[in-house]
């Protein structure tokens, strides 16, 4: 079934979702069940790796008696600068450093938030970093092998997370007519199958340098939209990731991977996007009084005030 072919579920009642707090945020983050808050000390202490995957080595729980990545979650703000998180990533098949289309991850740079109700965020910061650095450290270090870490330096904000997104997932017919499915049987990947014609991968808003590399893809591949909640709960379509998400104070729910490359040999790791809820929408850009001057009138400067 096509996502054309179904309607959009009623999206949630505001009237229906609690009034979050900062307190209440950071209880959820720090006592829902099935992840850690991103702030806990030594989280390293109760992780390691799953090793061997199709995904690469994940990063699971320790000491559970069964195998579960390990999610890690906390509240951040969504970097302007280095934002990816658009439809088509920018991706450019005349870049040969770009791959192929079918492989394209988006990404984005979280920071300290900058909420002063949120404030949490900006003093756990360090220590999100920290264990973030420490889950690489996991990592027996091979020589001569270079490290690409998730934590990086953002403009004129320290340090920042690159955070992760698969768009695509190859469906049954290219993995030979079986589909990945986890322990208890069910189906890993995300399918659009019950959202609008606007998550569907025939009408998925590329840029018109994608779009003949897009229908190529489509017989082989499923669409994996971003996880990622308005503060109505309601997803975000496509074309409205960048003015939502781009500068917002977000919730973030997000899983640890690992990749070997041995013919290029570097040890890359990825923080993956899992969920993505808005706390905060972006702040307006700054204002300029010069932007609405007409030149014709003369320096701006030298105008009095009528």
Not at 234 to 255: D, F, S, T, W
Request: charge should be neutral; include cysteine.
């Amino acid at each position: 079934m096509n996502a054309s072919d179904t309607t959009t579920s009623p999206a949630p009642s505001s009237a229906l979702i609690p009034t979050k707090t900062p307190a209440s945020v950071l209880n959820k983050l720090k006592t829902s069940p099935g992840g850690f808050y991103a702030g806990t000390p030594r989280l390293a202490y109760r992780a390691e790796y799953f090793t061997g995957g199709r995904d690469g080595n994940v990063l699971i729980t320790k000491g559970l008696g069964y195998d579960e990545e390990l999610i890690i979650r906390g509240v951040f703000e969504i970097s302007r600068n280095n934002f990816f998180f658009t439809p088509d990533g920018d991706f450019n098949p005349a870049n040969v450093f770009h791959g192929r289309l079918a492989d394209l991850k988006l990404s984005c740079q979280l920071t300290a938030g900058r909420s002063k109700a949120f404030d949490f965020s900006s003093k756990d910061f360090p220590a999100v970093v920290n264990n973030l650095s420490a889950f690489e450290n996991l990592v027996p270090k091979q020589r001569y092998y270079e490290t690409v870490s998730v934590i990086q330096d953002a403009i004129g904000r320290g340090r920042s997370i690159k955070l992760t997104h698969y768009l695509f997932e190859a469906n049954d017919e290219a993995q030979g007519g079986t589909s990945d499915k986890d322990d208890n049987g069910s189906t890993a990947v995300t399918h659009p199958d019950s959202l609008s014609s606007e998550f569907d991968i025939g009408t998925w808003p590329v840029a018109d340098r994608c779009k003949g590399h897009l229908q190529d893809v489509a017989s082989k591949h499923n669409i994996c939209p971003l996880p990622a909640y308005d503060q109505n709960h309601v997803l975000i379509p496509p074309l409205q990731y960048e003015a939502k998400l781009k500068g917002a104070l977000v919730e973030v729910h997000m899983a640890f991977y690992h990749h070997r490359v041995k013919n290029s040999r570097r040890d890359i790791f990825e923080a993956i996007l899992q969920e993505l809820i808005v706390l905060s929408p972006p702040a307006p850009m700054p204002s300029s009084r010069f932007k609405r001057r007409r030149l014709s009138d003369g320096p701006y400067t030298e105008q009095r005030k009528k």
